[in-house]
């Protein structure tokens, strides 16, 4: 009997399982697409915002690496559910879903105001956490599969159901047993028929416990379960970046799309109409998660680089090196890169003059980590491409060899350049379709991409200093570590073959801080003609404007073409933080008896602080000794500065009218504010006592700090 009672608990619970599935389940498929949508667009941007040099590859990394985790989660739960996502009654994914979408819109705020730096950390978290929420429910829902079959079930009734066949299997196996071994085992017609039953009741049983189609069926006849035809999944290319590809300049390309990890045996094409133009090497597929597929490594794998001047000229014909030896083709050279690429104006000195209103009357004192020489600590570039069609270049480019070369040597030149790229690059200019193949199964973009070939080589770069930021555009605070981020421009940094320095000094004078910039940056910079390197830490003492005077290359190391356009000036502010102090006194206490009858306390308590008047409190209380009287009285105090103090005095009496007054005592506490006074903390809290001779007073005090 107790079995059967178990077999009807469990049957009831199935009910209750299966009745509640069913009723509420909710398709939450194309909000899961949404997502991953959404998720493809904001890995577009944050690839973007690395090329062009506005965050760091370092966030950018971080930021990945959850989104990553998020389509995964979310593909695969796709692609068990045969193409659909589906939630419970009690809404948890979706829920799950909303916040997550949430947070992605956080994401991409943080990407438009440059706010990401600041809240990546806690979104990051938070992210986290949605993505454990997603993967513990989606447990909880077992999809059983056969052929492009699904049944959608709860966790709890596929076990009820396999436990449930476990216990009538077992029965039956006893019964079996019974039969078998009775002492008369004649197989009579009956016996042979009770026989056949039990071996097909045995192996109904069985089967349910390890059939998943037959238990599948089961279930969703019984409207236990949901029964639904799979969809296929397959991989799928939506974007691709960059639309315009420079060889030398750009070393990645990005394909964005969904369900890319279900390819197994990865093959990119560039195409031409039908004809495959190029084909790129194993080596250079360097990420293929769900969402997206990473091409990289050209400069050492396909050799597409930046070929130096000297390269060009040995390479072409000898009649035409007298030619690309002349001013006239270094200037053909220095427009045509100009025009290509947004460089700031390099027609008048970079010296941007401003007079300063300096507020610090001392000399200032940067102090800096390790020592005057920093070593770069972050390092950006910028995709700045300023045309976009192969024809449009092509024909500016004709037009300014011809007005400075004239016709016969710019159509000689113009010939020379295109053969000399092409037998490089392997390659011609133009627009190309791209291609991934999954073995056979061609999976094409529905964006094209434009190769270009570079700007012609010319004999001699030029550096010169575009912009000076302090990092993350966060104006800092005296005394506190900071770091300035310094935007360089650059024409053919391919030609630029050593290291070379920047200097750093400001008005009020301060310790130079000077910076090397090595042949990482350098190379670094070939993609598009700028670099954002970022300072050691340092601190300024004093809070005020400053005019930071920016030299690039002060000892005139590398020969520039110009060495006219090598500073630049720029005034910054650095800030001081000012605090709030907020003083509550919360308890009063009494700590001898100084009456036969109830005491009558008389308190004087006052506080005094820098620019307010003398804050009094007149407490009166009637009470006894030992008891604890609340005060629960507040006042903030703005605008305090390091050396400033705030005094907290008392004194009182116990009245004893119309026999004298008994004095309690009296008691000062002083407060100083020293140059860090919350520790490097927004927000500090701290208790203190006054203790009189015959009372005391328990209060605390909060240290608010903020930046003025």
């Known amino acids: 009997m107790k079995k059967f009672k178990i077999l009807r608990l469990l049957l009831i619970i199935l009910f209750l399982n299966g009745c509640g599935l069913i009723s509420g389940l909710k398709d939450l498929t194309q909000t899961a697409n949404n997502i991953l949508e959404n998720i493809n667009s904001i890995t577009s941007q ?18 990945d ?56 950390d806690q979104i990051s978290l938070q992210m986290q956490n949605n993505i454990n929420l997603i993967s513990s429910n989606v447990e909880d829902i077992i999809v059983l599969t056969f052929g492009n079959t699904f049944v959608l079930v709860d966790k709890a009734v596929n076990s009820i159901i396999i436990i449930s066949s476990v216990i009538l299997l077992a029965i039956g196996l006893l019964i079996f047993v019974i039969m078998l071994f009775r002492k008369d085992r004649s197989l009579t017609t009956l016996r042979i028929i009770g026989l056949v039953f039990m071996v097909i009741y045995l192996g109904f049983f069985t089967s349910i416990i390890f059939s998943s189609r037959l238990r599948g069926n089961i279930i969703a006849g019984f409207d236990f379960g949901k029964k639904y035809d799979g969809i296929k999944l397959s ?34 094409v560039l195409k031409s109409g039908e004809q495959v ?68 104006s390099t027609t008048a000195t970079a010296v941007h003059p401003i007079v300063p209103h300096i507020a610090p009357t001392t000399p200032s ?44 040597q710019a159509n000689r030149l113009i010939t020379q350049l295109k053969s000399f790229f092409l037998e490089k690059y392997l390659l011609p200019e133009g627009d190309y379709g791209i291609v991934a193949y999954n073995c056979r199964e061609e999976i094409e973009s529905p964006q094209l991409i434009t190769i270009f070939n570079p700007p012609p080589p010319a004999p001699k770069p030029d550096i010169y200093p575009m912009d000076l930021t302090w990092t993350g555009n966060i104006q800092p605070a005296n005394k506190v570590k900071t770091t300035l981020d310094i935007k360089l421009g650059f024409s053919h940094p391919e030609e630029i073959s050593r290291e070379f320095k920047i200097r750093i000094t400001s008005t009020p004078p301060t310790t130079p801080i000077e910076t090397t910039i090595g042949k990482g940056v350098i190379a670094a910079a070939q993609t598009a003609n700028q670099a954002i390197v970022t300072t050691s830490s340092f601190s300024i003492d004093n809070s005020g404007e400053y005019l930071f005077k920016v030299e690039v290359d002060p000892n005139n190391l590398i020969s520039e073409k110009r060495e006219d356009n090598n500073t630049l000036l720029k005034r910054l502010t650095v800030r001081k933080y000012i605090y709030d102090v907020t003083v509550t006194y919360i308890s009063f206490e009494s700590t001898k008896n100084l009456d036969k009858r109830r005491d009558e306390y008389r308190i004087d308590i006052r506080t005094t602080a820098s620019g307010y008047a003398p804050w009094v409190i007149n407490y009166d209380m009637d009470g006894d000794p030992g008891n604890i009287y609340p005060i629960s009285n507040s006042m903030e105090f703005r605008n305090q500065q390091p050396g400033n103090v705030i005094i907290l005095s008392t004194s009182g009496y116990e009245e004893d009218s119309p026999d004298p007054n008994d004095y309690m005592g009296a008691f000062t506490k002083v407060i100083n504010l020293s140059e860090n006074p919350t520790s490097n903390l927004d927000f500090q809290e701290r208790e203190f006592v006054l203790v009189a001779a015959h009372y005391k007073i328990k209060g605390k005090y909060i240290i608010k700090r903020r930046l003025q």
């Open 365 to 408: 004192v940067i102090t800096e980590t390790p020592s005057t020489v920093s070593l770069i600590t972050g390092l950006r570039y910028a995709t700045n491409l300023n045309v976009f069609r192969v024809d449009e270049k092509n024909n500016q480019n004709v037009l300014r060899a011809n007005t400075i070369l004239g016709v016969n």
């Open 235 to 268: 991989p799928k290319i939506a974007s691709v970046y960059p639309e315009t590809f420079v060889f030398g300049k750009n070393d990645k390309i990005f394909l964005y799309g969904k369900h890319l990890n279900k390819i197994d045996t990865l093959r990119v």
């Open 65 to 120: 690496g959850r989104l990553d985790k998020l389509a995964e989660v979310i593909e695969s739960t796709i692609e068990n559910g045969g193409g659909f996502v589906f939630d419970r009654a009690n809404g948890t994914i979706d829920n799950v879903f909303q916040n997550v979408s949430l947070l992605l819109d956080q994401i991409k705020t943080g990407i438009l105001d440059e706010s990401l730096p600041n809240i990546i």
């Open 46 to 63: 944050i690839d973007s915002k690395v090329e062009s040099g506005e965050i760091t590859q370092e966030l950018a990394d971080l930021v």
């Open 277 to 344: 133009k190029f084909t790129f090497p194993a080596s250079t597929i360097i990420v293929k998660s769900q969402n997206r597929i990473v091409l990289g490594n050209f400069k050492k794998t396909v050799n597409w680089i930046l070929f130096p001047y000297e390269s060009f000229k040995t390479a072409i014909n000898p009649e035409l090196r007298s030619l690309v030896s002349s001013q006239g083709y270094f200037r053909f050279a220095d427009e045509t890169n100009d025009v290509m690429f947004r460089n700031a």
